[in-house]
């Protein structure tokens, strides 16, 4: 009933920035918690961000000073600004968000995953 769909993922030098978008379309009542993971073959995936309907928002240690998570409400698009980018960062992100889909229920959905390459 809901998509979501991220992009804005691409090939960056360290130091650079990125931002990362991520549009819930469908049938939906209401959009609550987005969240940004990331996670490569291999590894586990870690959290990244996440931002609440409220604008609230939170952090991984790893990225603290250099991303920001916010949303758009009105576009049912949460986005994820990547400054001072580490090769570290390198992985496939992806948005997961909670969203009633049908009166009464929530469900929760990820997107397809969008490429972040950071070169030295």
């Known amino acids: 009933q809901v998509q979501l769909v991220e992009s804005g993922g691409g090939l960056v030098q360290a130091g650079g920035s990125l931002r990362l978008s991520c549009t819930a379309s469908?049938?939906?009542?209401?959009?609550?918690?987005m969240y940004w993971y990331r996670q490569s073959p291999g590894r586990q995936r870690e959290l990244v961000a996440y931002?609440?309907?409220?604008?609230?928002?939170d952090y991984s240690d790893s990225v603290k000073g250099r991303f920001t998570v916010s949303r758009d409400n009105t576009k049912n698009t949460a986005f994820l600004q990547m400054n001072s980018l580490k090769p570290e960062d390198t992985d496939t992100y992806y948005c997961?968000?909670?969203?009633?889909?049908?009166?009464?229920?929530?469900?929760?959905?990820w997107g397809q995953g969008t490429q972040v390459t950071v070169s030295s």
């Open positions: 931002v609440a309907s409220d604008g609230s928002t």
């Open positions: 997961y968000a909670l969203i009633v889909d049908h009166p009464h229920r929530e469900y929760d959905y």
């Open positions: 469908g049938t939906i009542f209401s959009l609550g918690l």
